[in-house]
């Protein structure tokens, strides 16, 4: 692994390891480096090497996770070859903190947010996503992605305020869930017949196969994203450009993707621009008019007009349906050249890691 200052670009040191380097991550106090049957901790001012994990089940995919909020600097890897258990790990008191029965099945993804107080992972599954709080592990939010089949989760993160969680898998569609504010207090006495009746429904929950009703209390999409491709790798984020929220997706062909989402009503997010990351930054509109109608200009509007469903346009998988809402995004708001986002200089890279497949990287 080298390890260079990203302003100078001069190299600051290097280390060989044992076996290859599978993942890295960092924040502004400690680097890890995931090996298959270890991970380094290393302290990120002068680059000394903290503490050595050994006893970690075999990794293959080095999967582990860092919050980048280095007040706290938790780690999380899988525990378990079998079952879906994560490791909580102190980055900073070099302690395990707890772990969490997170899944039946093996883990497929885990991420911290933002200010590393929750923890998000799906399964190999990829049919549920769960959300824990951080340090206690305790279970917070539910969400059911699909249930017509299996697929692999690509991509899992929180939005910055931690409202937002995105899932992309190996399908067209990429999940959005709502975090809504957990509360205590007891439910009003419903008034009208359909919340009787929805009463007895969770009553009736009760008495139904555990699997029955812990599927019937999970949560579905918020919104959701058409990608015009399936099967490529892919990494998703929620930013906020100009302003307003949007749903931005990177695939394996070298594509940005920029979506609009609707923080109010949710429903389908609609694509505005794509972006060439292997060209010369050339940059283009959505060009399927056809399937882009006539949208309003602000969400008051949308909230006004009746809601429209709309079929799935790509071929093959489709779970969630979903409304065209939210607002068009103005032309001037974007360059016609490379993309260039308002907050890029926000939180400036300090260093970049480059690495090999057997023990020094080259590109991580």
Not at 42 to 51: E, G, S
Not at 69 to 94: Q, R, W
Not at 303 to 313: C, G, I, L
Not at 344 to 355: A, D, Q, S, V
Request: charged share 20%.
């Amino acid at each position: 692994m080298n390890v260079y200052h990203f302003k100078k670009g001069t190299e600051i040191c290097n280390y060989s390891y044992s076996s290859n380097i599978l993942s890295i991550r960092l924040n502004r106090q400690r680097l890890l480096v995931c090996l298959e049957e270890a991970i380094y901790i290393h302290n990120i001012k002068d680059m000394k090497l903290l503490k050595t994990i050994l006893d970690i089940p075999a990794n293959p995919t080095g999967l582990c996770a860092l919050s980048i909020n280095h007040s706290n600097s938790y780690v999380a890897y899988p525990g378990s070859l079998t079952t879906g258990e994560i490791v909580l790990y102190d980055g900073h008191s070099l302690k395990t903190v707890c772990t969490i029965a997170a899944h039946e099945g093996t883990l497929a993804a885990i991420t911290f947010n933002a200010s590393g107080s929750k923890l998000a992972s799906a399964s190999e599954k990829g049919t549920v996503i769960r959300v824990f709080s951080v340090p206690d592990g305790q279970k917070l939010y539910e969400f059911r992605r699909g249930m017509k089949r299996y697929v692999t989760i690509s991509s899992l993160v929180f939005s910055m305020d931690s409202q937002f969680l995105c899932a992309s898998s190996n399908t067209e569609t990429v999940h959005i869930f709502k975090l809504e504010h957990l509360t205590n207090s007891r439910p009003e006495e419903p008034s009208t017949w359909t919340g009787y009746m929805g009463k007895m429904f969770m009553a009736a929950s009760n008495y139904l196969p555990t699997q029955v009703s812990d599927m019937m209390n999970q949560d579905r999409a918020f919104a959701t994203g058409r990608l015009n491709f399936s099967g490529q790798r892919n990494i998703c984020s929620l930013s906020t450009i100009q302003k307003l929220p949007r749903l931005l997706v990177a695939s394996s062909n070298g594509h940005l993707y920029i979506y609009n989402l609707d923080p109010q009503d949710g429903g389908e997010c609609v694509l505005i621009k794509t972006h060439s990351l292997i060209s010369s930054g050339t940059t283009e509109e959505n060009k399927e008019n056809d399937l882009r109608p006539s949208l309003p200009q602000s969400y008051a509007a949308t909230v006004a007009r009746p809601s429209a469903s709309t079929a799935s346009t790509v071929p093959g998988y489709s779970e969630d349906g979903g409304a065209l809402r939210g607002e068009v995004i103005p032309e001037h708001e974007f360059a016609t050249g490379p993309v260039c986002l308002d907050d890029e200089n926000e939180f400036p890279p300090i260093i970049l890691c480059r690495g090999s497949q057997k023990g020094k990287t080259k590109q991580s």
